[in-house]
């Protein structure tokens, strides 16, 4: 039995996000599909991140496991002549059986991208939010800097969220960029809550608009409480962009 790893790229906009649901189009889905056309058998893909609907990524991984003689460097070619045009395989490697696309990750890197322009892009709609009210980046920025380390994050997680053993994680980094109308927020953690970089966008959107200083995101940390956070920001703006492991 083979253990097939893959890096993999996509666009989430028409897809119910990663994980397989029964009567909707997800990625999951799409590769089990293909693999199964492939070699006639049903496997179970396992995915380092489980994107939401609408959720993109560049550097997605993933492994399964199969009896197939297929060499390992044919299998971006044999799965992308049988997946959609907004699914690509970009890479595949034999790894060893212990090896867990989700389980084995030490780290894992978002980008969420912004758009702030008085009017929207034509090219990066499905991939940009687009906040047409000026930005203070330097503001942002001076917020993000207090979240990062190692917190309780549970101000940012999505409210009513299945529970989990603890809601401590350790942000690494989390750095804007700006070119032009293009903000960038790059954050990469040992882990990410559900909804949690888009919660901690949706809360930096508040101190760049105006409407709340740097300090309060501090507190926001500090008060555990989803309710006293931003807004969720929209899933087309976040994409996973890398997958670390040890």
Same mark, same amino acid.
């Not at 800097?145 to 999505?158: E, I, Y």
């Not at 970089?197 to 555990?224: H, K």
């Given at each position: 039995?083979?253990?097939?790893?893959?890096? +993999?790229? /996509?666009?989430?906009?028409?897809?119910?996000?990663?994980?397989?649901?029964?009567?909707?189009?997800?990625?999951?889905?799409? *590769?089990?599909?293909?693999?199964?056309?492939?070699?006639?058998?049903?496997?179970? #893909?396992?995915?380092?991140?489980?994107?939401?609907?609408? +959720?993109?990524?560049?550097?997605?991984?993933?492994?399964?496991?199969?009896?197939?003689?297929? %060499?390992?460097?044919?299998?971006?070619?044999?799965?992308?002549?049988?997946?959609?045009?907004?699914?690509?395989?970009?890479? $595949?490697?034999?790894?060893?059986?212990?090896?867990?696309?989700?389980?084995? @990750? #030490?780290?894992?890197?978002?980008?969420?991208?912004?758009?702030? $322009?008085?009017?929207?892009?034509?090219?990066?709609?499905?991939?940009?939010?687009?906040?047409?009210?000026? *930005?203070?980046?330097? &503001?942002?920025?001076?917020? &993000?800097?207090?979240?990062?380390?190692?917190?309780?994050?549970? @101000?940012?997680?999505?409210?009513?969220?299945?529970? +989990?053993?603890?809601?401590?994680?350790?942000?690494?980094?989390?750095?804007?960029?700006?070119?032009?109308?293009?903000?960038?927020? /790059?954050?990469?953690?040992?882990?990410?809550?559900?909804?949690?970089?888009?919660?901690?966008?949706?809360?930096? *959107?508040?101190?760049?608009?105006?409407?709340?200083?740097?300090?309060?995101?501090?507190?926001? *940390?500090?008060?555990?409480?989803?309710?006293?956070?931003?807004?969720?920001? %929209? &899933?087309?703006?976040?994409?996973? +962009?890398?997958?670390?492991?040890?």
């Amino acid at each position: 039995m083979r253990n097939i790893r893959c890096l +993999v790229e /996509y666009d989430g906009t028409d897809f119910y996000g990663f994980q397989r649901q029964k009567g909707r189009e997800t990625i999951q889905g799409c *590769l089990e599909r293909a693999v199964a056309t492939l070699t006639g058998e049903r496997v179970t #893909v396992h995915g380092a991140g489980r994107t939401d609907a609408g +959720v993109h990524a560049e550097g997605q991984v993933i492994n399964f496991f199969t009896t197939s003689r297929i %060499p390992t460097e044919r299998w971006p070619y044999a799965l992308n002549s049988r997946l959609p045009a907004a699914i690509v395989v970009k890479a $595949a490697e034999e790894a060893p059986a212990d090896f867990h696309a989700r389980k084995s @990750a #030490v780290a894992k890197t978002y980008r969420y991208t912004i758009w702030n $322009a008085p009017f929207p892009s034509a090219f990066w709609r499905r991939f940009a939010y687009h906040v047409p009210t000026p *930005l203070d980046v330097d &503001a942002m920025r001076q917020a &993000a800097s207090l979240l990062v380390g190692r917190h309780d994050f549970a @101000a940012f997680q999505a409210a009513g969220s299945t529970p +989990v053993r603890s809601t401590v994680r350790h942000l690494q980094r989390l750095d804007i960029v700006q070119d032009g109308p293009r903000i960038d927020i /790059y954050g990469k953690a040992d882990g990410f809550l559900y909804h949690m970089m888009r919660n901690i966008v949706g809360t930096l *959107l508040l101190v760049g608009d105006g409407r709340r200083p740097p300090a309060w995101v501090g507190e926001v *940390l500090a008060s555990r409480r989803r309710e006293l956070a931003g807004p969720t920001a %929209p &899933a087309h703006g976040l994409c996973l +962009v890398r997958v670390e492991y040890g």
